[in-house]
């Protein structure tokens, strides 16, 4: 059964509070999260806080030309990908190895990971972000697997 869970972040404060939050429930599991959204919707962002929230101190950025960049934490590394650069193609072709990080403990982020429907094989997270003209953003969260699932329901508690 597909979970979901909605948040309206008015300020880059609620979304900063919203990370924090799903940082603590992923911090000892890890998941694999697929990012949706407009340019500058607030994907980046939300990586940006959940990093911090785990302690890393480097600057968090889209790896919009290097498709992917790393960051370790004290509990587990957080791999942040972008494949915005990639033709529709190359995105099938990139499947196989994102697959190698939906495994074990890592949180690993996709921006722009425009599967079809059905073509990711393992558990993982959808999030969704829309926005109007000012800072509100609404972040859609959505499980696929089981592991997915209890991070949602953590986030309704
Ligand atoms: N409530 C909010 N939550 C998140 N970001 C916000 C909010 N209000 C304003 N912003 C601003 O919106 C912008 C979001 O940019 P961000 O780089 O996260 O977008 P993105 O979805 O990753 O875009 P891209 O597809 O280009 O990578 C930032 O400049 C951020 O400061
Ligand atoms: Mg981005």
Redesign the pocket.
Known sequence: MNKSFEIL????????NFAINFAKLVEDEGCFVC?Y????????????YVAQALGVSEKV??P?FVILNEYYTSKLPIYHF?L?RLENEGVKTILDELSQYSEGKQITFV??AQFSQNQIPFDYLEID?T?DD????K?SLKSYGEKSAKIVEGLKK
């Not at 000012?134 to 953003?137: A, G, L, Q, S």
Request: charged content about 30%; glycine content about 8%; aromatic content about 18%.
């Open positions: 972040c008015k300020t880059l404060e609620d979304t900063r990012l959204g407009d340019i500058g919707a607030g994907k980046t962002a939300f990586v940006r950025t889209s919009s972008d915005y921006e722009w972000v926005y000012n800072d509100f953003r972040y």
